[in-house]
């Protein structure tokens, strides 16, 4: 149905940027409302980002608002995440999540494999 790539992650030094990237595999990526979430060790996942299906409204974590800006490609069927000013407690694995807009559901259906994102002091 819906199939999720991450990609983008590494390593960095705090300060630091870096662009997660999520490839969708789906016939109408305009149907999904999308998410980041991310997940650090002994740590439940906790939401950072996610966008409307036209990328038209947006809505962030308190921890990461001003810092990270979430945006989608639906011509290229891509979800996007750029990292600035990166923090060592930004440190986790990060997976982009999707839901169709017309489900009314809060919660995502289908989940990538994840990106590892390390931030060095």
């Known amino acids: 149905q819906v199939q999720l790539v991450e990609s983008g992650g590494g390593l960095v030094q705090a300060g630091g940027s870096l662009r997660l990237s999520c490839a969708a595999s789906?016939?109408?990526?305009?149907?999904?409302?999308m998410g980041w979430f991310r997940q650090a060790p002994g740590k439940e996942r906790e939401f950072v980002a996610g966008t409307s299906w036209s990328g038209g409204s947006t809505w962030y974590a308190d921890s990461v608002k001003g810092r990270f800006t979430i945006s989608r490609d639906n011509v290229k069927n891509t979800l996007y995440l750029q990292m600035n000013s990166l923090k060592p407690e930004d440190t986790a694995v990060y997976y982009c999540a999707a839901k169709p807009f017309y489900s009314g559901n809060s919660d995502y259906d289908y989940w990538g494999q994840g990106t590892q994102v390390t931030v060095s002091s």
């Open positions: 789906v016939r109408t990526f305009a149907n999904y409302d």
